[in-house]
Structures are given as structure tokens and as C-alpha cells.
């Protein structure tokens, strides 16, 4: 048999897997049996920093460390919905927060359309003008957000 390749996430649940087929499809299983226990924790546990405030709390004092949940919610707080660079640039903040160190232009218009919100016109030039700023970084064929970018947004370092 050949080997086979998977790569699954549901909220903080992920997995990846490469080998044989049956072996792939055993593991999964038994991930997937413990999915609906694994979310119910991410639900009902609080969001707590190491400051002791409440991580759904972000006012001025955000923490890099801070994982939001709500894209759009995140781009209303950081006022960031007309404005394609900083529609761009806070959507890829909200990525690298939850735990996307590498970005690519793709990753920020699948999470928009995932999440129901209009689409950048041209996400590759939003990039290159986030870049230009200091906001983004890139390497290679993906990039990252910057402190400064992460200031931009209001969030500390």
C-alpha cells in the first residue's frame, strides 16, 4: 500500500499525519473521537493571560500572546474593514495570534471568505505596501507581521 498524507484542523484541534493508509485512518479515528470533548474545553475555559485579564478583554493593553477568536469582530475592533493594507495587515495579525507563524497571500483571503467578509481587491499589492511600511516581513514565498506591525494594530510586543 502507499503512503498517504492528511492534514485536519477543527478549532484547536489539529493533525497531520503521513503513512500507511490504514494505519493514517486509525489515528485519525481516534483524534476524531475526542474532537467534540476538546472544543467543548476551548468553550467553556476562560481566557486568561498571565497578567490575570481576561484574554476577551483587548483594550489598549493587548497582548501579542492574546488569541482572538472572531475575525470579524477582530477587524471591527482594530478598525480595520475599509482600509484594504490594514483590512490585510490586521487579518494576518489575527492568523499569527492564532498560531499561523508563515503566512501566504491565499491565507489571508481563505480566512476573510471563511469568515464571510468582502475580499481584498489585491492582496499581493496589499502585502508589498505592509512591507514597504515595516508592518510585514517577508521570506521566501510567505511573510510575517513585524513588531511594528503588531504597534500598528495597537497590540505590545
Not at 498524507?5 to 499525519?17: A, N, R, Y
Not at 483524534?31 to 486568561?48: D, R
Not at 493594507?85 to 471568505?113: E, M, P
Not at 510567505?142 to 497590540?155: A, P, Q, R, W
Request: hydrophobic share 30%; with cysteine; glycine share 8%.
Amino acid at each position: 500500500m502507499s503512503d498517504s498524507k492528511i492534514q485536519i484542523k477543527i478549532g484547536i484541534v489539529e493533525f497531520s499525519g503521513e503513512g500507511n493508509q490504514d494505519w493514517l485512518a486509525s489515528q485519525l479515528d481516534k483524534i476524531l473521537t475526542k474532537v467534540p470533548e476538546l472544543l467543548k474545553i476551548e468553550l467553556n475555559s476562560p481566557a486568561i493571560t498571565p497578567s490575570g485579564a481576561s484574554k476577551g478583554a483587548t483594550s489598549n493593553g493587548e497582548q501579542k500572546g492574546d488569541k482572538p477568536s472572531n475575525l470579524p469582530a477582530y477587524l471591527k475592533e482594530k478598525n480595520a474593514t475599509t482600509n484594504q493594507v490594514k483590512k490585510f495587515l490586521a487579518t494576518a495579525a489575527f492568523l499569527q495570534l492564532n498560531g499561523k507563524n508563515r503566512l501566504g497571500t491565499s491565507d489571508i483571503s481563505d480566512a476573510l471568505k471563511t469568515a464571510n467578509q468582502t475580499k481584498l481587491k489585491n492582496a499581493s499589492d496589499c502585502l508589498n505596501q505592509n512591507v514597504k511600511k515595516g508592518h510585514c516581513e517577508k521570506e521566501g514565498k510567505d511573510f510575517f507581521v513585524t513588531s511594528n506591525g503588531f504597534t500598528e494594530l495597537g497590540i505590545e510586543s
